[in-house]
């Protein structure tokens, strides 16, 4: 999986967890130049950002930084709403599959060239010849555009029949291979933004972290020192230039969350993207500090290759019963960040009339519970009892919140004959080994791209790896899942949940333990910072009091 699946670490206002922190209550629509408001702001970024290359921004880290120096189509804002950038109207054919859009014709690069039509076209294009492992984002083109996944690798020159194309300077036009209720909502994702061959050349990205190359968005880079600071300075051909106030923004590299406190505590940052659950507990910060996320926590079992037990549903189902998923909430102690998630999908998500996703769903009825002794007794029609344990190992990287959960987890299981092996490893080495499933059960978690359910869904189906690693899933979710799409309203959405009702209650292939919110810390009267639904912020409009 790319980085996208895996940095699981946050999202959106539309949480029921939101703190009504000052920061949420404006999309920064009150103009530039307010008195008092500082020039010079700086932020927290918790580690070292990628490629700046849209292409290439895989991870909530980078996107730190690309927020402020691309402009998107789109942008989703802190109810997981998609709000218009650069496309000022669209239009969408009857039969779905063609979208036209409509590009402001005053927007500009930072070096005063118009932004055009053709320049989307490149920039896609260019993202289908990258390839799966550079581009994170690209399964967002190749599901969905018109002949895009058989160029995958080739030259944009080669590319004339994917269905993307200018029409004019300021209308692009975008066709789809089927229909997709929701692709607006994918269009805030990078690989979707405008490029120029001068500047950003096929397959480099080296371009991107030396500074002098003009930008779409708010600032542009004047420093990049990717283990200390980026320093950008306000883009004045930036299409909203009016309302951004600050004149120079500071992204400082701060990976550690205690130090990131400490400077905001001493006031070398304004803000900080990295905040721990543990200010929830303190009375200086409690105030300065706003929750906000739609992100689970879940176990993925290798039903497959791995352990044999793992392939019998009925001993998934005991793992699924065997858990009591307060354990979770009380270990972690931190407020309302944390809640018990009893489906696949957190809470955050829209149903059909606007109500949350997951909460309609519990209330019809839970898909997992705590039920220990019904656990034991799937776990002895396996063949498992207390003389014959069945053993494990659980995989996971460190940090304070893996420690935990898995401490609960080996714990939990302790109760229904199952003996856990816990097994750490770097970030990196443990996400390829969760790729090509060099585990029995491991961690996983997921923060939304965009706020539809579908978003989570996909990640269960066969289909979304292109790479065909996937150890779950099978052909029945996917037709499930595609059936949806040919679906309007109360009907699709009422398939997204037999979808998720056939993956987690009936297959057990993964299993949800629970959900949360990320942390931010930000100056007392601080507005205008935009925390969207893909785990990351934008400041182009932020407001914050000297």
């Not at 030396?210 to 004047?222: D, I």
């Not at 955050?348 to 606007?354: K, M, S, T």
């Not at 656990?375 to 002895?380: G, P, S, T």
């Not at 009422?494 to 292939?509: G, N, R, S």
């Given at each position: ?430 996400f390829d080994d969760r790729s090509y499933g060099r585990y029995d059960i491991c961690r996983n978690a997921f923060s939304a791209d965009y706020a539809d359910p579908w978003n989570y869904l996909e990640l269960i ?86």
């Amino acid at each position: 999986m790319t980085f996208k699946k895996l940095f699981a670490i946050l999202l959106s206002l539309l949480m029921v967890l939101s703190l009504a922190a000052c920061g949420n209550k404006n999309n920064g629509n009150n103009g530039g130049g307010s008195k008092g408001a500082k020039t010079t702001f700086t932020y927290a970024v918790g580690g070292e950002p990628t490629y700046l290359d849209p292409a290439q921004c895989g991870d909530s880290v980078t996107a730190e930084i690309t927020n402020e120096i691309w402009y998107p189509l789109f942008y989703l804002v802190e109810t997981g709403e998609v709000e218009n950038g650069h496309c000022i109207s669209h239009e969408v054919s009857d039969d779905g599959l063609v979208y036209t859009f409509h590009l402001d014709p005053n927007s500009k690069w930072s070096d005063g060239v118009a932004i055009t039509a053709d320049q989307y076209v490149y920039g896609i294009k260019r993202c289908i010849g990258y390839g799966y492992d550079e581009v994170g984002y690209l399964t967002m083109i190749t599901n969905y555009i018109v002949n895009a996944e058989k160029h995958v690798g080739e030259a944009v020159a080669d590319m004339d029949d994917v269905g993307v194309k200018a029409i004019d300077d300021n209308t692009l036009e975008i066709t789809l291979n089927a229909k997709c209720p929701f692709f607006i909502s994918l269009l805030p994702t990078p690989v979707f933004a405008a490029l120029r061959p001068d500047i950003a050349p096929e397959k480099d990205s080296e371009w991107s972290n030396t500074v002098g190359y003009p930008t779409t968005g708010a600032f542009v880079p004047t420093k990049i020192d990717s283990a200390n600071e980026f320093i950008m300075e306000k883009n004045p051909y930036f299409a909203h230039a009016d309302k951004v106030i600050v004149e120079t923004m500071i992204a400082k590299i701060i990976a550690s969350e205690e130090a990131a406190q400490m400077a905001f505590q001493t006031g070398e940052i304004d803000y900080s993207t990295i905040a721990s659950s543990d200010v929830m507990n303190n009375a200086e910060l409690k105030d300065q500090a706003e929750v906000w996320g739609q992100i689970n926590y879940y176990m993925n079992v290798n039903c497959f290759t791995a352990n044999d037990a793992l392939k019998d549903r009925n001993v998934r189902r005991a793992i699924q019963l065997g858990i009591d998923r307060s354990a979770f909430v009380t270990a972690f102690d931190a407020g309302e960040v944390y809640y018990e998630l009893y489906g696949f999908i957190p809470k955050g998500l829209p149903d059909h009339d606007g109500t949350d996703f997951r909460t309609n769903a519990d209330n019809d009825h839970k898909l997992v519970y705590t039920d220990k002794e019904e656990a034991k007794k799937l776990m002895e029609a396996a063949g498992f009892n207390e003389n014959n344990r069945l053993a494990l190992t659980y995989s996971y990287n460190q940090n304070s919140m893996h420690d935990l959960a898995a401490a609960v987890i080996a714990e939990q299981l302790k109760d229904i004959y199952i003996d856990v092996t816990l097994s750490t490893a770097e970030l990196r080495t443990f996400f390829d080994d969760r790729s090509y499933g060099r585990y029995d059960i491991c961690r996983n978690a997921f923060s939304a791209d965009y706020a539809d359910p579908w978003n989570y869904l996909e990640l269960i189906a066969v289909y979304n790896d292109p790479e065909g690693r996937t150890f779950f899933g099978d052909e029945k979710y996917d037709s499930i899942l595609f059936e949806s799409m040919e679906l309007e309203g109360e009907a699709r959405f009422a398939k997204l949940h037999e979808a998720e009702q056939y993956a987690v209650e009936e297959m057990c292939y993964n299993i949800p333990l629970f959900g949360y919110g990320t942390v931010s810390l930000q100056k007392t009267g601080t507005t205008g910072v935009i925390n969207n639904p893909q785990a990351n912020h934008i400041f182009w409009y932020v407001n914050c009091p000297e």
